[in-house]
């Protein structure tokens, strides 16, 4: 479903991603994962469409996405329907005069009757539990329902792929554990997942693969999301965990410490 | 948890055509702003490493004498000298300072025309010359020295540090809010998926957004500095370290006062 073959990117001049090779198939749930830097979010806005390759190509269905193929306002309006995105800061998805109209923007640029959005909108308000929100303004809200109302604006579009820009980032560990089994329920129900984090206790559960980035902006490994968490070694190169030392019970001692992931003295 | 139904199927859906030249356009214009920012920035560290206050100071006083002068050779040496150091700069650099400086002089021009017609053919063939070289002096300036340093080197010119601080805190606030409203849009593009009948009213959204974005980053800012102890009163550090390259700048600057007073006399 999406082919990245050899693809580079620079940010005048500062390299972002360097010859990155990728696919991903319809249906599946993969986690970027990397050091802050790496190029994980430059990847999502390629996956996008918000930048264009240096070299290499992105395919998306078969067909390759070019700054020139996206000028066709058909063709590119098509492309953004199938690909949902989640932006890192919630507050930059949202610009409408409340939570109904928020959710309803996509369904009614689809040309969907007044009672079919309505429907659309009803159905995600109560997947996200923010029926009681319908009404509140969305800068009004906290970070948490704020990205759920995120989740619900581009799920309301019915995309193929949902891309994902850290999506833990800033939610209590209630929220967090929600989103994990929302999530996984999507990925049941056929969408594909891409998302980024650096929450390695939870990537295990929201993927079944995990690219893992390096501080050169190459990929380091493409592998299952549980083998790669077993890879000390690797993660500690690409410097995603750290040596830390530290007292329990008296004891001084030293292991591995993945932030966010859980462990046993 | 109970996926609905439309949700598991595949969207038949076939967009129909619309304009996104007003969001197109909004994107490339703040991408251009935020480029130009990052550029100044790394423009110093690659630059020629001359002082930022001798380049203010001097850039200021090159304007007063090219402002004053009544001789055409010192122009003509004056924009010899800019163009040779423009040279020295990074062909977009140059591409886009000479644009800007013939832009401008062509309208100077224009507007001169007038009394050229009426005979006056002195101020056509001074001013045109003096508007070109003024500009092409501000924007090498501009192009080599980041607005940090410009605005720091201000004091120099006794400017109030409470002044300079409010300016370092407007360009840093241009580029957040600017990256910030780039996302924005960049997120109306991506939901903008059929025909929009209301843009202008997702875009006033979005200004709305901004406009409550920067007031929370305002009162987060003024709390932090009342955390860290301000009361008022800021005092901007300057430290001038003369180089090599900082003599003979002042060298050629020197030189440029003597043509422009040799051209005066005579």
Same mark, same amino acid.
């Given at each position: ?39 994980? !979010?430059? @990847?999502l806005?390629?996956?996008? +469409?918000i $930048?264009s390759?240096? /070299?290499? %190509?992105?395919? &998306? ?8 193929r ?5 063709? !590119?309006? @098509?492309?953004?329907q199938k690909? +949902?995105? $989640?932006?890192?800061? /919630?507050? %930059?998805?949202? &610009? ?24 659309? $909108? ?58 994990v ?7 049941k ?26 501080e050169?902006?190459?990929i ?46 | ?14 967009p129909?055509?619309?304009?996104d ?84 002089s062509v ?48 004091k ?10 409010v ?50 980053m ?7 500095m ?20 900082d003599i ?19």
């Amino acid at each position: 479903m999406i082919e990245i073959i050899n693809v580079s990117y620079a940010y005048e001049g500062r390299t972002a991603l360097s010859d990155i090779t990728v696919s991903i198939s319809r249906g599946e749930a993969v986690a970027l994962m990397g050091p802050n830097g790496s190029g994980k !979010s430059t @990847l999502l806005k390629l996956i996008n +469409g918000i $930048v264009s390759p240096d /070299s290499g %190509t992105y395919k &998306f269905d078969k067909e390759e996405i070019t700054q020139k193929r996206l000028r066709n306002t058909k063709f !590119s309006k @098509l492309f953004h329907q199938k690909i +949902g995105f $989640v932006f890192q800061n /919630s507050d %930059t998805q949202l &610009f409408c005069a409340n939570v109904y109209d928020e959710i309803a923007f996509g369904p009614r640029q689809m040309g969907m009757g007044e009672r079919e959005v309505e429907a659309r $909108v009803n159905d995600c308000l109560s997947l996200l539990n923010i029926e009681s929100l319908k009404d509140r303004q969305p800068y009004h809200l906290s970070g948490g329902e704020k990205r759920k109302l995120a989740i619900a604006c581009v799920l309301s579009m019915n995309p193929d792929v949902l891309v994902l820009d850290e999506p833990m980032n800033g939610l209590d560990p209630r929220t967090q554990r929600w989103l994990v089994e929302f999530l996984t329920e999507l990925n049941k129900a056929g969408k594909t997942l891409i998302t980024s984090t650096h929450n390695l206790e939870l990537v295990q559960e929201i993927s079944s693969r995990a690219v893992l980035f390096d501080e050169d902006h190459k990929i380091a490994a493409d592998t299952n999301t549980k083998k790669l968490l077993e890879n000390i070694d690797l993660l500690k190169k690409v410097n995603l965990i750290d040596e830390y030392y530290h007292r329990h019970e008296g004891n001084e001692h030293s292991h591995y410490h993945i932030h966010n992931y859980g462990h046993k003295p | 948890m109970n996926m609905p139904e439309w949700l598991s199927k595949k969207e038949n859906y076939i967009p129909q055509a619309d304009k996104d030249t007003f969001i197109n356009k909004s994107i490339m214009s703040l991408l251009n702003i935020l480029s130009r920012i990052r550029n100044t920035n790394a423009c110093t560290a690659e630059g020629f490493h001359i002082s930022a206050v001798l380049k203010v100071a001097f850039t200021f006083l090159l304007i007063v004498l090219i402002s004053v002068s009544r001789s055409s050779e010192f122009i003509i040496i004056v924009i010899v000298y800019l163009i040779s150091v423009l040279s020295s700069m990074k062909a977009y650099q140059i591409i886009k300072t000479l644009k800007v400086s013939f832009l401008i002089s062509v309208f100077t021009i224009i507007l001169l025309l007038p009394s050229a017609f009426l005979g006056n053919y002195y101020s056509i063939f001074m001013i045109t010359p003096k508007v070109f070289a003024t500009i092409t002096a501000v924007n090498i300036l501009s192009y080599s020295t980041s607005w940090n340093s410009i605005t720091n080197a201000l004091k120099v010119f006794f400017v109030p540090d409470i002044f300079i601080l409010v300016l370092d805190i407007t360009i840093k606030y241009i580029f957040l809010l600017g990256d910030f409203s780039l996302n924005m849009l960049y997120s109306l593009k991506l939901r903008s998926v059929g025909r929009n009948t209301s843009k202008y009213m997702s875009l006033s959204g979005i200004a709305g957004t901004m406009f409550i974005k920067s007031r929370e980053m305002a009162e987060e800012m003024y709390s932090a500095m009342e955390c860290r102890g301000f009361t008022g009163e800021y005092r901007a550090a300057r430290k001038i370290l003369f180089s090599l390259a900082d003599i003979i700048y002042i060298i050629i600057n020197i030189l440029l006062i003597f043509v422009f007073c040799y051209f005066s006399v005579i």
